[in-house]
């Protein structure tokens, strides 16, 4: 049993800033890749960005110099920094953990946090 749970989200003005937090918990023994993805109303979930066992990130093109994905893995938490916000960021985000139970690789994902950035 893996959980994960995210925190952070929010209503932001646009120009301002969130940290999303998600956490992972239960038979966790270690984290390989972790991610966050967004959903809008009406359009596909889309991946912002991806951080590795090592550290290394990647993100989607909208949101390069914009948002940092981190992590910390003593605490199996993955950050997501979002700054300068715009309205079309405006969207559910949920994060993603592909976990090592010690037994198995089990892909987890959050129940999603709510994402609002006003004009």
């Known amino acids: 049993q893996v959980q994960l749970v995210e925190s952070g989200g929010g209503l932001v003005q646009a120009g301002g800033s969130l940290r999303l937090s998600c956490a992972a918990s239960?038979?966790?023994?270690?984290?390989?890749?972790m991610g966050w993805y967004r959903q809008a109303p009406g359009k596909l979930r889309e991946l912002v960005a991806t951080?590795?066992?090592?550290?290394?990130?990647n993100y989607v093109d909208s949101v390069k110099g914009r948002f940092t994905i981190s992590r910390d893995n003593a605490k199996n938490t993955v950050y997501l920094q979002m700054n300068s916000l715009k309205p079309e960021d405006s969207a559910v985000y949920y994060c993603?953990?592909?976990?090592?139970?010690?037994?198995?690789?089990?892909?987890?994902w959050g129940q999603g946090t709510l994402v609002t950035v006003s004009s």
């Open positions: 993603n953990a592909d976990v090592w139970t010690g037994f198995k690789y089990v892909a987890v």
């Open positions: 239960g038979s966790v023994f270690s984290i390989n890749g």
């Open positions: 951080i590795g066992s090592g550290g290394n990130a």
